[in-house]
C-alpha cells in the first residue's frame, strides 16, 4: 500500500488510551490562566513559552523536565481552570481526528486551591461533556473518558482507587499509577489493586518505562494490571539471534531499516515477552515521549515497529502533548515517515485501541464497526481487510 498523505492521517479516525491531561494544556492557556491567578512563567508569549516546554522536555534533565509540570498544574487549581482545560482537551483531540480518548491526571494535585478530591474530578468531568458537546457541534464527536491516577510517592492510591470506582458510572473508565518507577514498585500499592480487582474495575499501570522487565513483571503478575503504560521496555525480553534485542539493536542505530526489514525467524521471545503477547496485554506505547526520555533510539527504530510486526497488542499514543509538541496526527505521521507505516498499520492500532479501552464492550464495538472501519474504508486501497487483534 502506497504511504498516506498527511490529510489521510489528520483524517483518519484514531484512538487514544495514554495521554495526560495535565501534560496536554494548550500553550495560550497556561499563558493566560497563570496571568489571572499571578503565577510567574519561565517564558513571556504563546509561541515562546510552548518552545520552552518543548525545550525543557527535550533537554534530558529529569528536574527540568518535571519543572514543566509545575506550571501546568498550578493553573489547574480551581474550577475554572479545571473546567476549560477539560473543555479544550476534548476539542483538541477532536479536532486532530480523534474519535476515542482517555485522559489521565491525579486528582491529588489539584486540592491546593481548596477543592476537595470529589469537587477536582465532578469539575473535570463536567468539562469533558462540555468539550464533546462543542467538538460534536463542530461536527467531530468524540468520546472522553477519564482515568484517575495516584503518585507512586504518595499513600492516597486506596483512596485515588475508591474515588475511581464511585465515579465510574459518570465518566471515569479506570485506574492509574504514575511518577518514578526506580524505587516506587508498583507493589507499594497492592491494597489499592486488589480493592479495585474485587470491585471488577479497569486499571493500567505505567510500567516498563524508565525501568525494566521487574517493572512489567510485578504490574502484571503481582499486581493484575489490565494494560501497561508505555511498556517499551518489553524489548528487553526479546533476542535477535540470541543476542539481547537493545544490543542487537545499538549495533545497528545507523540503519533506519533494520526494524522494518529484519526476519522475523531470527527473533525469539522470553517467557515474560511471549506472555503478554499470548495474553493480548495491551502496550500504550508513546514515541515522541520516549525518545524525550531516551527509551528509544529514534522514530525509525522505536520498539513499537517490531512491536506491532511480532503482533503484540500495541497501540498509539500521546502522553504529553504539551511537552512533547505533538498531537495524535503527528504520532501516526512521524511512524509513516520515519518508519514506513501505512494506513492499514494505523487502522490496526486503533481497532487494538478500541479492544483496549476501558469502556462497556457494546460501546467499544460500535465505535469499531460505526466509526474506525468505515472511515479507513472511505480510504479504500484495501484498508478494509485489516484487522486488530
Not at 523536565?65 to 501546568?72: C, K, M, Q, V
Not at 499486581?223 to 539493536?249: K, M, N, S, Y
Not at 472501519?373 to 478494509?384: E, L, M
Amino acid at each position: 500500500m502506497s504511504r498516506p498523505s498527511l490529510e489521510q492521517v489528520h483524517a483518519a479516525p484514531k484512538a487514544l488510551l495514554h495521554d495526560h491531561l495535565d501534560g496536554g494544556l494548550r500553550a495560550s492557556t497556561v499563558a493566560e490562566l497563570a496571568h489571572s491567578i499571578g503565577h510567574q512563567l519561565p517564558a513571556e508569549g504563546t509561541d515562546a513559552l510552548a518552545a520552552w516546554f518543548r525545550d525543557s522536555a527535550d533537554s534530558g534533565s529529569l528536574p527540568r523536565y518535571l519543572e514543566t509540570f509545575d506550571h501546568t498544574i498550578a493553573v489547574m487549581q480551581t474550577r475554572d481552570g479545571l473546567f476549560r482545560v477539560a473543555s479544550e482537551c476534548a476539542q483538541d483531540l477532536a479536532a486532530d481526528g480523534v474519535v476515542y480518548a482517555e485522559s489521565r491526571y491525579a486528582p491529588e494535585q489539584h486540592l491546593t486551591g481548596g477543592l476537595a478530591l470529589e469537587e477536582v474530578v465532578e469539575t473535570v468531568n463536567a468539562g469533558f461533556r462540555d468539550g464533546e458537546a462543542k467538538a460534536a457541534a463542530a461536527g467531530r464527536p468524540i468520546r472522553l473518558t477519564a482515568l484517575l491516577t495516584a503518585m507512586r510517592h504518595a499513600a492516597k492510591s486506596t483512596e485515588i482507587a475508591e474515588l475511581a470506582v464511585r465515579y465510574r458510572d459518570e465518566g471515569v473508565g479506570g485506574f492509574d499509577i504514575a511518577g518514578a518507577e526506580a524505587g516506587y514498585p508498583p507493589t507499594r500499592h497492592l491494597d489499592a489493586f486488589e480493592y479495585l480487582r474485587r470491585e471488577n474495575a479497569h486499571f493500567t499501570i505505567h510500567a516498563g518505562e524508565a525501568f525494566g522487565l521487574p517493572s512489567i513483571w510485578e504490574a502484571i503478575q503481582w499486581c493484575g494490571a489490565d494494560r501497561l503504560g508505555h511498556g517499551v521496555r518489553i524489548v528487553d525480553d526479546v533476542t535477535v539471534d540470541g543476542e539481547p534485542f537493545p544490543t542487537w539493536l545499538e549495533k545497528h542505530r545507523d540503519d533506519p531499516q533494520a526494524l522494518t526489514e529484519l526476519d522475523l525467524d531470527r527473533v525469539g521471545l522470553g517467557r515474560l515477552a511471549a506472555y503478554v503477547r499470548d495474553m493480548r496485554i495491551p502496550l500504550e506505547m508513546c514515541p515522541s515521549s520516549n525518545l524525550q526520555t531516551s527509551a528509544a533510539l529514534s522514530i525509525a527504530l522505536h520498539p513499537i515497529t517490531l512491536l506491532a510486526r511480532l503482533r503484540f497488542r500495541v497501540t498509539l499514543n500521546t502522553d504529553n502533548r504539551l511537552m512533547s509538541g505533538t498531537t495524535a496526527s503527528r504520532e501516526a505521521s512521524l511512524l509513516v515517515e520515519e518508519a514506513g507505516w501505512t494506513l492499514e498499520n494505523l487502522r490496526w492500532v486503533a481497532v487494538n485501541a478500541m479492544k483496549s479501552a476501558f469502556i462497556p464492550f457494546d460501546e467499544r464495538l460500535a465505535l469499531i464497526e460505526d466509526v474506525i472501519k468505515p472511515g479507513y474504508t472511505a480510504f479504500g486501497d484495501g484498508v478494509s481487510g485489516i484487522s486488530g487483534r
